[in-house]
């Protein structure tokens, strides 16, 4: 069974600070995304890394694709209130189909 | 371009009735996946339709809970029997071409509370 483990589950932070989410697993994915999801909406995707070692950035979130293709992270760089929601990571399978991990809950507080 | 729609958004019912969920992917998309998602958590795998292909039924919990999708667009997810356990937001998303690393777009969901 391929599972992921995202951490932490929950984070609180002020306006300012910085953060990292992480997503391991031992098994191999050929693919990593990761998602945004705000209350009442689906997720809308974020990211995605294919090649281990892979380094993606978005504006002020970098998203990191271990080498061995079995874990990544994502950092935000001076948190603000707009990025509070959950923060989903999914690790792709053959056909597209996804296994999520269980979220992160980000509150970025004023 | 319209997204992925679902209804209804919300349903309350009994313990013991049958449900039929809808969702109507983005035009054009041949794979479509239903999932679903506790409070708060992330979300779990259900079905997956990829053009005429058999489905993928891999993810459903158990014999109560069933997919179809006619046409090769619109699907209903059906569960027969409800349980107060399948208490849940179901949300289902479609792709272009069903490939791995491509995008999947999500609908809204339906809430679905058991009573």
């Known amino acids: 069974t391929q599972l992921l483990e995202q951490s932490p589950q929950f984070l609180s932070i002020q306006e300012g600070e910085n953060l990292t989410v992480y997503c391991n697993s031992s098994?191999?994915?050929?693919?990593l995304q990761w998602y945004r999801q705000e209350p009442g909406e689906g997720p809308v995707l974020l990211v995605t890394?294919?090649?281990?070692?892979e380094v993606k950035k978005l504006k002020r979130l970098t998203f990191q694709f271990g080498d061995a293709r079995k874990d990544s992270s994502l950092h935000i760089t001076a948190a603000q209130p707009g990025d509070t929601g959950l923060y989903l990571c999914a690790g792709g399978l053959q056909g597209g189909k996804l296994i999520f991990g269980q979220g992160t809950e980000l509150s970025v507080k004023p | 371009g319209a997204g992925v729609s679902q209804s209804p958004s919300n349903k309350v019912t009994e313990k013991g009735k049958d449900v039929e969920l809808r969702c109507d992917p983005i035009?054009?998309?041949?794979?479509l996946y239903w999932y679903r998602q506790s409070l708060g958590q992330g979300l779990e795998f259900l079905i997956y339709?990829?053009?005429?292909?058999?489905?993928?039924k891999s993810g459903l919990p158990s014999d109560r809970f069933s997919a179809e999708r006619t046409g090769g667009s619109v699907s209903t997810l059906t569960i027969q029997r409800t349980q107060q356990e399948d208490s849940a937001v179901y949300l289902c998303?479609?792709?272009?071409?069903?490939?791995?690393?491509?995008?999947?777009?999500f609908g809204p969901g339906t809430r679905l509370l058991v009573l």
């Open positions: 098994s191999v994915f050929s693919s």
């Open positions: 998303a479609s792709s272009s071409m069903g490939r791995t690393q491509e995008t999947q777009y």
């Open positions: 035009s054009g998309h041949t794979a």
């Open positions: 339709f990829q053009g005429n292909s058999a489905p993928d």
């Open positions: 890394v294919v090649t281990g070692g």
